[in-house]
């Protein structure tokens, strides 16, 4: 089962990006769904906004923008 966040291509992203679940370290829970929370944020900046002023998501936080640095 995916998780929200950094799940798939996992080798474009940021070393900058981050996302609260990457500390979580509990086990799931059958039939307790996952929060899917997409709360993430720039190490840089600590602002949902990258240096560039854009929005720090896993989607946009890839080699396309000039303060990208790869994991």
């Known amino acids: 089962m995916e998780q ?3 799940t798939e291509m996992d080798d474009d992203r940021c070393q900058f990006l981050r996302w609260k679940g990457m500390w979580v370290t509990s086990i ?3 039939g307790v769904p996952r929060s899917n929370d997409r709360a993430f944020w720039c190490h840089k900046t600590q602002t949902c ?3 560039d002023g854009q929005v720090a ?3 946009e936080c890839s080699a396309h923008r000039r303060c990208y640095r790869p994991l």
């Open 49 to 51: 906004l990258g240096p």
């Open 57 to 59: 998501d896993e989607y």
């Open 4 to 6: 929200p966040g950094l």
């Open 28 to 30: 799931p829970t059958p």
